[in-house]
């Protein structure tokens, strides 16, 4: 039987960080022993982040290009473990018919369910420039995954609406065609799919909220460890009581970055019996953050920008082989393109 295909991506705007990790990167790793995957830096995604205010430019001289941060994106991705042996991992501008497919598709999506996206409601209300381009930006995405015809993509919880919008996508261009073009799309998700951020638990871990919401794959333990250090939790006096939402989330960790069922279930007693410090939970989760970040960092720091770079060049030259013949095939149907002589 034909192996399915796997996609996801991930956008270049900053640092890797713990809620990617486990709730994307690590399921990416593990499917790569099953699945064709290609996995993408999204940088023409990450453009509507810095075109959110009427004063922005595309290239700030405060910040570095997106290039530069995608090959960055790309050497952490190889240090936690995806293998351009066996996926494909590339730049989603290197391969121009990414953006071609976006075109037909938003004449194939619904404005309707567009203005329905919860992530375009959120960031338009804290923009006060709104592009069409993220207005859009979900089709970007369905262009994206049915490009390769993947049909499973591991994500957090976050994108699980912008893959229902792929799959209507997927679905209405088959009826346009009269054809099972492209496959059923079904997001993957793990077992970490809603990590939330240290200082504000009542949020999903971002970049995009400040520094302290995220604690960064590549950051020094002692950054990390103030992360953790002053991660909300509560007076730890309540016996049986409910698990306030920050105390819950460092047992998420706890137990994502693999602390063995007696460490947790110990802290687990201590909280049930209203008897738990939380300075010691969080050092357990400090040192245990540490044991999945330490063999991650060392691997990173013996990577060059070069051999990223070759990789990416390498990656993008067989992702562009499948999205030739898949936009081929597209202009076919939708009857563009220079005819057949
Ligand atoms: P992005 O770059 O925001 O995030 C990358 C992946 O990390 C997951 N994630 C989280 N999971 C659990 N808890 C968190 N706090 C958390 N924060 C982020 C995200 O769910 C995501 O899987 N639109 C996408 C990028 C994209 C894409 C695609 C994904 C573009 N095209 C095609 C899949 C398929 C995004 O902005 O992810």
Known sequence: ME?????????????????????????????????????????????????????????????????????QMAGDLMACGIDPRRSILFVQSH????????????????????????????????????????????????????????????????????????????????????????????????????????????????????????????EEPDAIWKKVRSAVTDSGEQVGGEMSPGVANLFEILRLTGAVDDVVDGFKAQHAAGKIRYGDLKTAVQDHIMRVLDPIRERRSRMSDDEIRDTLAAGAARASEIAKATMAGVRARVGVGPPPR
């Open 95 to 218: 391969v121009p018919e990414h953006t071609e497919l976006a075109w037909v598709f938003s004449c194939v999506a619904s404005h309707g369910d567009l203005t329905r996206m919860i992530q375009f409601k959120d960031k338009a209300d804290r923009s006060d420039y709104v592009s069409v381009g993220l207005f859009i930006y979900p089709v970007l995405q369905a262009a994206d995954i049915l490009l390769y015809r993947a049909a499973k993509v591991p994500v957090g919880e976050d994108q699980v609406q912008h893959l229902e919008l792929a799959r209507r996508i997927g679905r209405r261009f088959n009826t346009l065609v009269g054809e099972e073009y492209f496959p059923e799309v079904e997001a993957e998700l793990t077992a970490g799919k809603r990590i939330m951020s240290l200082a504000d638990p009542a949020h999903k871990m971002s970049k995009s909220l400040g520094d302290k919401h995220y604690v960064g794959l590549m």
């Open 3 to 71: 192996k399915k295909t796997v996609f996801s991506g991930i956008q270049p705007s900053g640092e890797l960080h713990l809620g990617n990790y486990y709730g994307a990167i690590q399921n990416w790793v593990r499917l790569q022993d099953r699945f064709d995957c290609v996995y993408c830096i999204v940088d023409y995604h990450a453009v509507t982040g810095r075109t959110g205010r009427e004063s922005d430019k595309f290239q700030d001289p405060r910040h570095e290009s997106l290039a530069t941060m995608s090959v």
